[in-house]
């Protein structure tokens, strides 16, 4: 079965740092994008960037970049999304998710979610 | 950026309805690009339709979408008591962005 599990829930405060991870299962991890997507409470989703674990390949939305960084370990098939110094703005579910590559139109949408990690920062 | 907007916010439906969906973009969309993902509360999204109008794996027929250019429909042609979620377009292009949602709930 093909899986992505996210680690738990956090609750951190302002200006701590924080990495949350993504660990994919039943595929081959590096043959497929890993995004990272931010959900805000009662909002729609926003698409914050997008990891290719290969090579690293890496894209940000500009509304995140410098805000984030997104890693991965292909060696343990884990995809990361990390904050230096967390806001109370900060306060979200984020998800990964799987995008197929290449250019075809099932490569343009996210095939497999997480479960979710649901982050909340105290000012 | 591209704006996606969606239209109706709440359709009140009943089961058996026909349920029509609207997504609009602030400028033209790849259709190739156009994505629909349907979302119940306390779960991740689920992708319903790639590419405009391609089903995803799994995704019972009476769901299907359509259009080109800067208008997106999804239809539900007969709703079923699971179909009473929030669903979300999503266009891939740079940055890729998601619609404000639409939420269909019983009526």
């Known amino acids: 079965e093909v899986q992505l599990v996210q680690s738990g829930a956090e609750v951190k405060k302002s200006g701590e740092s924080l990495k949350i991870s993504c660990k994919g299962s039943g595929y081959s991890f590096t043959s497929f994008w890993i995004g990272w997507v931010r959900q805000m409470p009662g909002k729609g989703p926003e698409w914050m960037g997008i990891i290719y674990p290969f090579d690293s390949d890496t894209r940000y939305s500009p509304s995140f970049q410098g805000q984030v960084t997104i890693s991965a370990d292909k060696s343990i098939n884990t995809a990361y999304l990390q904050w230096s110094s967390l806001k109370a703005s900060d306060t979200a579910m984020y998800y990964c998710?799987?995008?197929?590559?290449?250019?075809?139109?099932?490569?343009?949408?996210?095939?497999?979610w997480g479960q979710g990690t649901m982050l909340t920062v105290s000012s | 950026e591209i704006v996606l907007t969606q239209s109706p916010g709440t359709l009140s439906l009943s089961p058996g309805e026909r349920a029509t969906l609207s997504c609009r973009a602030s400028?033209?969309?790849?259709?190739?690009?156009l994505a629909w993902y349907q979302q119940k509360p306390g779960l991740a999204p689920r992708l319903l339709i790639y590419?405009?109008?391609t089903r995803a794996t799994g995704i019972a027929d009476r769901f299907s979408g359509s259009g080109s250019g800067t208008d997106f429909t999804l239809t539900i042609s007969r709703l079923e008591a699971e179909d009473f979620a929030v669903y979300y377009c999503?266009?891939?292009?740079?940055?890729?962005?998601f619609g404000g949602g639409t939420k269909v709930e019983i009526k």
């Open positions: 999503q266009q891939y292009g740079r940055p890729p962005t």
């Open positions: 590419g405009a109008s």
């Open positions: 400028q033209s969309v790849s259709s190739t690009s």
């Open positions: 998710a799987r995008k197929p590559p290449g250019i075809a139109a099932a490569s343009y949408a996210f095939d497999v």
